[in-house]
Each structure stands twice: as C-alpha cells, then as structure tokens.
C-alpha cells in the first residue's frame, strides 16, 4: 500500500513539474520528496501504535505479561495450605528373642577330657577303694602298664586290673582267680574318695572300656578303649 502511495506522489510530482511552468522541475521535486518524508513518518507512527494496541489488548485478553512468574510456593494452587506432621513413631518395648544374648545367658561349654599321667598316691587310693568293695581282699596291686588316668568336666577317672602279691593267702589266690583280669573302673568326684564303678564283663566286650556306660566315651577314645592289655 505504502509503495503504491509513494507512486501516485512520484508520479503527480513529475506531472506536476511538468505542467506548472512557473516553478523549476527541482523544487517540484523537492516538494515531493518532502511529502513522501512526511508520509513514511507518519506511517511508522501509525505502525508503532497499531503494535502498542494489540499488545494492549492481548494482555487484556490473556492476562499474562512478560514478566518472570512468582515464586511456585505463591502461584500453585496444589500447595497445601498446611503442612502435614510426620506419623508418630511409637518405639516398641524391647521383648527378649530366642537369639537375644541378653534372653540366655551363654553356656560354658564343659572342660574336654584329657588324659594324665598317674602318680603313685593315685594308684594307692584306688587299690584302696578296691579292697573296700571286695573284702577278703588284701594282698593286691595293680597290674603294672595298665593303669589309665583322666579327667572329665572336674570328675576324675580311673581303670587298672589287680593281681596278688607275694604275701598273698590261698582265699586271695582263688578270689582273684574267680574275678579273672578283668579290668576294674573307678570315679572320684571333687571332695570325695575313689570309688569303685564298674568292671569288664566275662568275656570282656570287644570294645574295651567304650562299652563301659561309667566312662565317659571321648575319654574312652584318648585310653585307646582301655585296650592295651589283651
């Protein structure tokens, strides 16, 4: 529109200069290129303010502007008007489980068994308590090599077979024969005396002292199951 306007000016000034023969063709000219001025600054003020009404108006419309948006917390409508309080926590009271240390005191577990070297006082106290359980029986030793020594659990144990010494009567003789080589178990408990327990049966059980229910087995196995002598 604005071209074809300044058209219609370029060519009236020419007509016009053409025609009026008391002015130069310059300053016809010059008066129109005046008016063209004239006209373009009136158009761009025309265009700046048809731009300023429909921003105008698509502000009025939409209601929204450039400008940076409040904070979320100021424009959200889904942020609660309270804050909501964590659940409370009720501890629970502490039980004693199967597996709480504290429900069970630990076991101590019992003293393995080990086997000892005999003294002489030993072998003394335990032919001792022999003569008491048989009586007639006097002149007695233990056979020597077959004397077995040990303790369990604070208990002490013991086993040997006897044979007659030389001052031995015939009563004595016949009552050790009877009794054979069997082999003679003792236990002594803490502050007791030596007390005689059980003996092989005849025949003897294959498996020595193992078989002895006196004797406790894991003792039995460090006395090779009392099986040195035949």
């Not at 144990?157 to 030389?166: D, I, V």
């Amino acid at each position: 529109m604005t071209e074809d306007f300044e058209a219609i000016l370029q060519g009236g000034s020419e007509e016009l200069a053409a025609r009026t023969s008391a002015q130069p063709a310059a300053v016809v000219r010059a008066r129109g290129d005046e008016l063209r001025r004239r006209h373009r600054m009136a158009t761009a003020a025309l265009a700046v303010a048809l731009v300023a009404a429909v921003g105008g108006g698509t502000f009025a419309v939409s209601g929204h502007s450039h400008q940076a948006p409040p904070p979320e917390a100021v424009v959200s409508p889904t942020t609660p008007a309270t804050s909501t309080a964590p659940p409370t926590v009720t501890p629970k009271t502490p039980s004693a489980a199967p597996d709480d240390p504290a429900a069970t005191p630990p076991s101590t577990p019992s003293p393995p068994c080990r086997s000892l070297v005999v003294p002489q006082e030993v072998k003394d106290a335990v032919t001792l308590a022999y003569r008491r359980s048989q009586p007639g029986l006097v002149h007695i030793a233990p056979v020597k090599g077959t004397f077995y020594y040990g303790e369990c659990d604070g208990v002490l144990y013991a086993g040997t077979s006897f044979t007659p010494t030389a001052d031995a009567t015939e009563n004595e003789l016949v009552q050790l024969q009877d009794e054979g080589g069997a082999e003679k178990y003792f236990t002594k408990a803490k502050g007791s005396a030596w007390t005689f327990a059980a003996s092989d049966g005849l025949p003897r059980d294959p498996r020595g002292c193992a078989a002895i229910p006196e004797i406790p087995a894991q003792l039995a196995t460090l006395w090779g199951d009392c099986l040195a002598r035949p």
